[in-house]
């Protein structure tokens, strides 16, 4: 049976359990548990982190813990009894292992790393916390270090701050709000400012000195000097150097680091300086010989400095690490300058020193320290481990600590004078130095030259060379001990060191000082002169008192002896004492000893005040012992003295550099201090003093006085207590009278006011600011009350009145402040007292808004208070007090400070930040210590409405400044949901209010309006959206505070359900506000607050009858919701959430299906649904900082919505410029002017004025129209499509000439000129187009199921295209194939790309068919204005035959419609309608011959032209097309489409079988041609292949049964005029067909200049093979094609590949696949093509003739071909357009067959009737044209000389249909690019005239010249054409007529008089004037 726990409530898991059981709940390792009951050995719980799923689990695997339960029962909850940092510890490691593995993911490695270091520290650091092994030193050490890494963490990862007390986590329920927010600001300030110090410390490591001439040891000795003092700061560091320049001793760090210890604020200043002072070992000179003398010397070597400047600006840039420096080493010029060589250098004297060497340099690495040394030690323990050196300050540092204990005497040898002593030169002076005791002992190790190194017993000065009056200036420390002081002496031994070979070094005289004089005082500091005695190397020192009683130094008399011998040579030493036991000062001596002169003690205490404060303070116990005991002496008579001399004393340790003595003087109270009786005459004589300083001119001695008034009343309250120990408490009531009477005479002195004097003022403001140290002590002796009543009637004494002296205001208050944190006032019984008092005050400043900072301190610590004592019965009348004194002023000054301008320095806006913090937190103390009784007290003090409102409106306003994200830092979440618990709670309150006394007749809009906003902005806050916080934490919010905003949400609902018909006041203004807080994606809340929703519908109706405002506003508030970047990465799931809200939201759409106006409530449901999927779509696409497709869709979807949809111009003109500036940063220039032209096109040229708007200013229309023209045009100009911005330039320029304006007419007139050179000089790229699938539920909702074609960037093919796009949607899988997707593809929840290229199908054939028009003109019009768009798919149909499957290949060729053309505002459309019709076999035959036809003419046409750089090309092409027609390529069409069974199977197609002849035989004659061109510019290297093309064309004309050409004339090569592509005509042709039908051109849009993008192929005779090829499977495979490129071959013999435009968007093998063989590698590189590079071809066949016009429908195909031998630029075809209808006599139908109008994926059955759906050719007989056509005019004047023209003439260019086609034969010129075009007509002599097609092309005239039509302007110029008749077919290709086939329909684009759609189109954009545009108003 299971039984509820009573002690097992809590557990850690220590067994890994599956819960494989029936209940069983799954456990790992180390997760925390609540057991919830237990049976036999098993318990029930769960995992507290996931505490819904619950479940079973053995008791053995768990480890139980000690925790209290809170909440016993259903809901209970479980704290761990454990050390709370360990709790806080645990689960915050827990929370960063999840954001840590996050970090890996996200590629953040340096804070990986660093965290996982962290992480580690903090699991051992927990571990040595379990373990319970740590002192309580260590223990606190360790949390210390805890806290500061969690802090550090949280801060690194973005989590909360946390507020702590002593190492541990605070409930923000159990302490004050104010208390709250100190924690939190302490703990943001600890980690954005560090604290000041004001001690620092200088580490430096000697590395090495390196140096060219060394080989001697040397001495560095390092000191820190001050230039502008010119005296040392420091003491020395001392490094010994071996002779490389190294450390003597590398093993000891000691002796290479010290650390310059205790330096000041004022010692880190630019002219401080780190000096180097080198002293080397060795010979007297550096370049004596070795055997010379082997005596060392100390010499010197060189110097070195570095300013502490250079240190701190480093410091600045690399915080915390060590930097090395070189520093330069120099030596002066003469050795007499060394002892100031280094201030020379400071100096830059340059003349007084050089460099040592070139390259000497002394290498040091320095790091600057802050903080005292114990933090050092904790913060660095790496450099007191290995070992440092303390190099000490020279003095006191200017803090002194009561524990430091010094006693270092500094003695510098300075200079000597010194006589020759008989020598012709000046001796070389050697000084020895001795610390001798007074029996003449030398003193061990009492020299020290500097740290780093030990200290030594005798010391030898450097010698400098032959220098009578040497300057050493050479520092040493003597380390004395105290005990041996005392009859110490130094002696100094002067020797001349001789440089002759045996260097012995002569005594010749001897100097000493005393340190201690005989009356105990040390040797005085500063300069001493000492004398020289003479003596010799054998004089006897062993007995000191021979020489002690000598005189040591001038002007000492002591000494009754003369010197041995008398000298005038003289010595020169500085001294200087830093010891905290002896003293230099005498007067101090004698005050000790005041009792061996009692007669002196008023000198003495007249002199006391003269002792230097360093004195006093090192002997502070003695002082005071001895200044106590003259007052028992004689109180009367040094009473006052006495007491003059201890305010000194304790003033003394007010300065900052003694004040660590206080706690000496306290301790010298409490044990020390024996003056019972002393408390009578301190107070006699204070009050003395107070009562004097009204009438007292000179206030300084008694403002000296008041501010020792804490020490006094120490002493005064000490000395009763010892009075009372002594007597039990007798005079209890003499001792309060008497203090009575001090405070009466304190408060009469505090009641004085400054008659314009203002010394008494300062006098009461030094009271006032020591008066609350006093509490403390009043209280040890008296009664709690007595001494509140006391300091009440003391404070009160104070004036009330704020008048001029401010600074005595200031006092007052901060009095007041000190009083609030005393002692007293935290008493509850006292605190009753002093409230009154200080809330009157804090009053009067608050309503002066004098003192903030100051006033909300003392708020701060009242409310803190207060809440401790939050269970006494005197609090509620406390907060009584509190709310009608402070209330209405906290709200008041709130809004005050709210409203001022922020100040400018960082300073004051930090305490400006302050102020307005504590405030708050101080209103929020207040509002939360409020309860029930209080809140009815407060609203019924209001005694009219009128005050009641302004209060709500004040503490609404407040509220909402509260709720402001910038009101505290990001990381205060605890703070922030603390705020939100107070606000909730009072607006609960005052809600009740509001309904009361606002509603019906009183109804008062603009407080229920303020409500509802403060509301809504309650509801938005970030820090309530619970869906953002981690579990852990949101769990942890819902236990302790639930979920506020559905709190909010219900008290909203509730009130507006109260509102009635004032509904109508926030109806539409409340719309937006109320859709955004539905936007919060919380369940709870939408159910409470939809309703509203209906109501407001509801009431919008019932007013105007339709929902216009309430839609305007929806839509205006879900834009603006984008436009602040709200919803982030939430917003996905919010548009999942606003569906049911406006879609299947059973309770709102029932509500309105009930209604009368449920259509049209409906409606608005669906159309913000709509525009949401939209905008939502938008936010996300925007996210993305690089401009990318999807912006720019997502941003045309949406601009479209708002133009079509809901027609909101404002709306849609801010997204066409925020389209515009998506082109601009893409550099979609072309675009980006289409774009802006949206804009233009609303606008009309008129003069009405337009307001601003945007960027743009107030002008008129005009004015900004023209700005839009000009920004247009420049943006045409950046995109190279200078044919629209001319159009424009055209309408500006009427503009500027209807107006006169020449000026700017002429600026017009020029740019277009330059347009026209652009468009002649400069080289356009054609791009690719690409139709792009998206299918699946994933993809936004502007792309998802849908096709859309996309227009390529520069130089990007179909692999770049696909890549880019797959980089676009990273999660997109690409599709393999190019068929029609399934249902299943449409539906599924991923992505799925379908790419391929796509051939663009332009409408404008009259400029492209004009031969006139050079080829980059007619260029621009092959891709712009492209509406329809086309790709091939391959595939057999019925049997397939293996050997010649050319008769069952089939084309499908699929038309794609877009919704507006290319190039427009994107540079992508989607598909409007898709036609899908077939190509037979012989169709596709005849397109593939045509093609390489015209690429032959055109091959020729160049080379004879002299447009190729080399005739490879032309080569390349013969030997493919010939090769291939030898090795049986057109046999394979004879065998297919010949032969009898297929002529009498196929009857409707015996035309197209004539046809195909004709191209066969026309083929023959261009190649017999083309070789004769060929021979004339071959090189003379390829003449042996020009002989082998020759005779194998004579065999393959042979096997085609061609033997001559008997109807032809041979022609010659054609010459150009003007470089201008245009060909002649000569009517002498011989026939091609019967029918003369026509050929259209078209060429290659990359065809110039690159020759070289020709490529031949041929038909292999292995037609399975050929298959193979085209559908990449094997030779038998008989599947439908797939549209994916695959491996093709390519030698002599052509294949079949599939076509590259349709590859799949996903690599395949063929496309990179490395295991391709090398026959195969040419396939890849021909899928890397453009379409128009790839093979291709395409025919348009025009025929115009007076009696009849020729109607054609499109057909397109193109044909990739390759070969080995060839590169994949020369691996391409050009295609041609290519169709046929023809209808004799009579009028051209223009309608298409429902068969050819296909749009659904199957292929359709191939039709019954005889024409094919595609493509009919059909024949005519030569009798349909008796007559030649006459041909009109041309007004082109120039001529070209007539030439008889060759098959290659025809150069017209058609349009640009780059569509591959998978057909061909071998002499047909399979894979062939079709060039040109001709229709050839038939005269009655034989001959053919070749006609151009377009209305200008050359016409023959009478006299055999030619003429050219100028070619047109723009689309509306349309011209006419003529057609000649045709040459009979010869009689050897000709077949037996059939029947009349049906005609296939005819082509609606071709010389049709209307105009097409795409030029309506285009007409619509680009031409003026256009029909009347949609004005915008004032936009």
Known sequence: ??????????????????????????????????????????????????????????????????????????????????DTVITEMTGTLREWGIMWKQLYVKNEGDLFHRLWHVMNELLD???????????????????????????????????????????????????????????????????????PTSSHHLFLQMKSLMCANLGEELEVFFSIYD?????????????????????????????????????????????????????????????????????????????????????????????????????????????????????????KLNARYNLTSSNAGLSVALQLLHGDIDQIRREYPVLFTRGVAITRKLGFSDIIMPGDIRNDLYVTLERGEYEKGGKSVARNVDVTMYVLDSEGQVLKDCISLGSGEAPV??????????????????????????????????????????????????????????????????????????????????????????????????????GNSQPVKASKETFWISSFLCSTKLTQNGDLLDFLKWRAHPERICDILSKFKDIDGAEIVKFLQDTLDALFGILDENPQKYGLKVFDSLVHIINLLQDIKFQHFKPVMDTYIESHFAGALAYRDLIKVLKRYIDRSIEAERQEHIQDVLRAQEYIFKYIIHSRSLYTLATGGQNEEEFLSSIYELFQSVRYFLSIESQGSSIITQTQAVFLSSFPAVYSELLKLIDVREVANLVRDTLRSMPDVLHVEYSLEAVKLQCIAKTVESQLFANPDSRCILLPVVLHHLHMHLQEQKDLIVCARILSTMFCLIKKDSTEATVSEEVDMLVDSLLGMLLRTILEISNRPQPSGPTIRLQFQDVTGEFVACLLALLRQMTDKHYQQLLESFTNKDDLRDFLLQIFTVFKILIRPEMFPKDWTIMRLVTNNVIITTILYLSDALRKNFLNESFDFKVWDSYFYLAVIFINQPCLQLEMFSPSKRKKVLEKYGDMRVMMGCEIFSMWQNLGEHKLHFIPGLIGPFLEVTLVPQADLRNVMIPIFHDMMDWEQRRTGNFKQVEAKLIDKLDSLMSEGKGDETYRELFNSIIPLFGPYPSLLKKIERETWRESGISLVATVTRLMERLLDYRDCMKVAEVDGKKIGCTVSLLNFYKTEINKEEMYIRYIHKLYDLHLKAQNFTEAAYTLLLYDELLEWSERPLREFLHYPMQTEWQRKEILHLTIIQNFDKGKCWENGIILCRELADQYESFYDYRNLSKMRMMEAAFYDKIMDQQRLEPEFFRVGFYGKKFPFFLRNKEFVCRGHDYERLEAFQQRMLNEFPHAIAMQHANQPEETIFQADAQYLQIYAVIPIPDNHEILQKEAIPDHIKSFYRVNNIWRFRYD??????????????????????????????????????????????MSPLENAIEVLENKNQQLRTLITQCQSRQMQNINPLTMCLNGVIDAAVNGGLARYQEAFFVKDYILNHPEDGEKISRLRELMFEQAHILEYGLAVHEKFVPQDMRPLHKKLVDQFYVMKSRLGIQDFPGYSRVSPIHLTNGSPRTCRNPALGAISPDGARLVNRRSPLSYPAFNRYSSSSLSSQASAEVSNITGQSESSDEVFHMQASPSTSSLSSTHSASPNVTSSAPSSARGSPLLSDKHKHSRENTCLSPRERPCSAIYPISMEPAQTLKQQIGDSCMPRSDPNLSAPEKVMNPTPSSWSLDSGKEARTCVPDSARLVSPPVPPRPTHTGSPAKTYRSYSPQAFDTPPAHPRSPHKSSVQSLTPSPTDYQSLGPVYNSPVLSGSSSSGISSLSRGSVTETTLTDGTITCTLIGSEELIKRENGTFACMPPRYNLSEHGTGTSRRRAPLPHSLSVPPSGEPPALPPKPHVLRVHRSEGENRMEEILVRPRSQPRKVSQL
């Open 457 to 558: 017993s005798e010391h030898h000065s450097f010698v400098l060379y032959h220098n009578n009056s040497p300057r050493w200036a050479e520092l040493l420390k003597l380390p004395i001990p105290v005990d041996k002081f005392r009859g110490a002496h130094v002696r100094l031994e002067f020797r001349h060191c001789s440089t002759k070979e045996k260097g012995e070094k002569k005594l010749f005289g001897f100097s000493f000082v005393p340190l201690m004089q005989e009356d105990g005082r040390t040797l005085p500091d500063g300069i001493h002169e000492l004398l020289v005695h003479k003596c010799e190397e054998n004089t006897n020192f062993q007995d000191p008192a021979c020489y002690l009683k000598l005189q040591y130094c001038k002007g000492n008399l002591h």
């Open 1 to 82: 049976m299971w039984i509820p726990t009573d002690n097992e409530k809590y557990g850690v898991v220590i067994s890994g359990f599956r819960g494989t059981v029936p209940h069983g709940l799954p456990l790992e390792v180390g997760e925390t548990v609540q057991i919830l009951e237990k049976c036999d050995g098993w318990y029930r719980g769960f995992v507290l982190k996931n505490p819904s799923m619950k479940g079973i689990f053995p008791a053995t695997y768990i480890h139980l813990k000690n925790a209290n339960v809170k909440n016993k029962g259903q809901f209970e909850t479980i704290i761990p009894t454990e």
């Open 227 to 347: 230039s502008r003092e010119n005296h040392p700061v420091s003491e020395r560091f001392f490094v010994k150097l071996n002779k490389n320049g190294l450390p003597k001793f590398p093993e000891k760090m000691e002796r290479q680091c010290t650390l310059f210890v205790d330096l000041g604020s004022s010692d880190l200043r630019k002219d401080i300086y780190i000096t180097v002072h080198i002293i080397r070992l060795g010979r007297m000179a550096a370049g004596e010989k070795k055997n010379t003398c082997n005596t060392q010397y100390r010499r010197p070597f060189g110097c070195a400095v570095l300013s502490i400047a250079d240190l701190l600006q480093t410091e600045r840039d690399t915080r915390d690490c060590k930097e090395d420096y070189m520093l330069k080493v120099y030596m002066c010029n003469t050795e007499s300058e060394w002892y100031q060589i280094h201030e020379n250098i400071i100096k």
């Open 125 to 195: 650091l927990r571990r040595q916390v379990l373990v319970g092994h740590l002192t309580h030193d260590r223990m606190k050490d360790v949390k210390r270090h805890i806290t500061a890494r969690l802090d550090w963490g949280n801060e690194q990862m973005g989590l909360d701050l946390v507020p702590r007390k002593e190492f541990s986590m605070v409930d923000p329920d159990e302490i004050s709000v104010t208390e709250l927010y100190k924690l939190m600001e302490h703990r943001h300030r600890k980690k954005d400012t560090p604290v």
């Open 1433 to 1478: 798919r391959p595939f057999h149909k019925g049997i397939k035959d293996k050997e010649n499957e050319f008769k069952s290949l089939w084309i499908e060729r699929t038309t794609l419609t877009l919704v507006q053309s290319l190039p427009g505002i994107s540079r992508w459309f989607e598909v409007d309608r898709r036609e899908v019709v077939e």
